[in-house]
T-cell receptor, first 114, second 114 residues
Framework: NAGVTQTPKFRILKIGQSMTLQCTQD?????MYWYRQDPGMGLKLIYY???????DKGEVPNGYNVSRSTTEDFPLRLELAAPSQTSVYFC?????????????FGQGTRLTVV | GENVEQHPSTLSVQEGDSAVIKCTYS??????FPWYKQELGKRPQLIID?????GEKKDQRIAVTLNKTAKHFSLHITETQPEDSAVYFC?????????????FGTGTRLTIIP
């Protein structure tokens, strides 16, 4: 079972470049999330989605964009990379359920902006 | 929005002793409180969770307690072992379809001293 898959695992970007972090899940989960984890820090919510076509901002959305055209995919776009965006990015998903359940995380993307 | 505070940020205990990590949350509507363990370089993984209709839950050496009135919840690890060394995150969530964020605490780095 693949679960939540993120690509790439590592990336180095130059200031001002753009890139898309890919996230796909094969569990038919409605909810998907993007978090960033700075060194020694907790997980901060960037964007989340409750289903295809619906996205909303989290705590730290500036500098990022998302889209959710299918249930499976939730890409995160960085348009003009800045050193402050150096972080580890985690994608997660949860099923739609009346009974709240755990979020499943991808393995993370380590991004360095130089 | 929800705000989750977690203490302590670092914790060292002798192997075999107990460890306690505490979290507080701000939104009284939150009704689901998971705990995640993140080993070095790995993704966060759920270790235990509790819902607001329950005061305590145990799973072998791990227990979680919830005080809804005080908006506190805690993780208790007994008979600690070297493999318990990791970063632990608490989180809070509430089921409001279309607005189901999962907010994390800042993490506790637990070190078990052999």
């Amino acid at each position: 079972n693949a679960g939540v898959t993120q690509t790439p695992k590592f990336r180095i970007l130059k200031i001002g470049q753009s890139m898309t972090l890919q996230c796909t899940q094969d569990m038919n989960h409605n909810y998907m999330y993007w978090y960033r984890q700075d060194p020694g820090m907790g997980l901060k919510l960037i964007y989340y989605s409750v289903g295809a076509g619906i996205t909303d901002k989290g705590e730290v959305p500036n500098g990022y964009n998302v889209s959710r055209s299918t249930t499976e995919d939730f890409p995160l776009r960085l348009e003009l990379a800045a050193p402050s965006q150096t972080s580890v990015y985690f994608c997660a998903s949860r099923p739609l359920s009346l009974r709240l359940t755990e979020a499943f995380f991808g393995q993370g993307t380590r991004l360095t902006v130089v | 929005g929800e705000n989750v505070e977690q203490h302590p940020s670092t914790l060292s205990v002798q192997e075999g002793d107990s460890a306690v990590i505490k979290c507080t949350y701000s939104d009284s509507a939150s009704n689901y409180f998971p705990w995640y363990k993140q080993e070095l370089g790995k993704r966060p993984q759920l270790i235990i969770d509790i819902r607001s209709n329950v005061g305590e839950k145990k799973d072998q050496r791990i227990a979680v307690t919830l005080n809804k009135t005080a908006k506190h919840f805690s993780l208790h690890i007994t008979e600690t072992q070297p493999e318990d060394s990791a970063v632990y995150f608490c989180a809070a969530s509430y089921s409001n379809f279309g607005n189901e964020k999962l907010t994390f605490g800042t993490g506790t780095r637990l070190t078990i001293i052999p």
